[in-house]
């Protein structure tokens, strides 16, 4: 095992329409895609894609949903070890001039304990927040065996407080900042505090304000992506940490800023295509983007 991703998964369905119905009402979509889903499954997913074989821990229920997300996932070469729920989490994602609205169906009442894996030969543990009961088993084990931690805190949920001390590279969202009352710099202070040696908060098409290992804090800009070729921006910020997953595994004694600028391109690939599979950046498209994107000033 090289890498570990640990999270919820989902199956999504995204359409992309002028209006949503109401009450009575029928209209017709003007397109949609059928996808993997979940901020944790869908890095682990970019990251093999970028040619690493991650292992994959969700929440997995015996129905065919499950059975979709299973044929994905091996088309990918992810393993995955389950953890039982009831019924497969869905989202019905809405994209819409930039933005999505998403509606969520979601099983996190779990039917047995998670599995323990052995990291031994791993390099990296990437989690989400989600299943905290494991996130922080694994947080700790890594820890211990010399594993680079990484998060995506996407929220506050529970026991990302306890969980934060155990991670080496945090990058938060905007919303996790608003949850917290904490400003931008704030959120770095408080990551500092908390012992993560690289982090960072993203903020959509403004980019990513982190600081690296020497405390530094500087500003990453966003690509800029023509506002008619943006076309679903749900899960770039997923492919984002898959990127920059990848990219430390490629070469974990690389700087951090490199990791960071080959996983940007990776998410300005992203919103140019609809549904999360679609979306997944090759390493050529990463490339392309690298050289036809300018930055945000």
């Not at 927040?129 to 890594?142: I, V």
């Not at 004694?253 to 599979?277: C, D, I, M, Y």
Request: with cysteine.
């Amino acid at each position: 095992m090289d890498a570990l991703f640990i999270g919820h998964a989902y199956i999504d369905v995204s359409m992309i329409a002028d209006a949503l119905p109401h009450g009575d009402e029928k209209s017709v979509a003007k397109d949609y895609a059928v996808s993997f889903g979940g901020n944790s499954a869908t890095a682990a997913f970019a990251c093999a894609k970028l040619g690493q074989s991650p292992d994959l821990l969700i929440p997995v229920a015996r129905d065919w949903l499950a059975h979709m997300f299973l044929d994905m996932a091996a088309t990918y070469g992810l393993r995955v070890h389950s953890r039982r729920v009831a019924r497969s989490s869905l989202s019905f994602v809405f994209p819409h001039h930039g933005q999505r609205a998403i509606l969520r169906a979601r099983d996190d009442t779990y039917l047995q304990s998670f599995p323990r894996l052995d990291l031994t030969s791993a390099k990296l543990l990437h989690l989400d927040g989600h299943m905290g009961d494991a996130a922080l088993y694994y947080a700790k084990a890594a820890r211990e065996k010399g594993v680079l931690v990484s998060l995506d805190g996407g929220a506050l949920r529970p026991g990302l407080l306890e969980l934060l001390n155990f991670v080496d590279v945090a990058i938060v969202a905007k919303d996790l900042c608003r949850q917290m009352s904490l400003s931008e710099l704030e959120m770095l202070a408080f990551l500092k505090e908390k012992g993560c040696r690289v982090g960072g908060g993203t903020n959509g098409e403004k980019g990513l304000l982190w600081y690296d290992l020497d405390g530094d804090t500087q500003n990453l800009p966003a690509l800029h992506v023509p506002a008619e070729k943006v076309v679903d921006t749900s899960g770039a910020g997923d492919v984002f940490h898959g990127a920059y997953c990848a990219s430390f595994l490629d070469d974990p004694t690389a700087p951090w800023r490199e990791h960071f600028e080959f996983a940007n391109a990776a998410s300005a690939h992203k919103v140019q295509h609809l549904g999360n599979e679609a979306g997944l950046p090759s390493r050529s498209d990463i490339a392309l983007a690298r050289r036809r994107l300018d930055t945000v000033i």
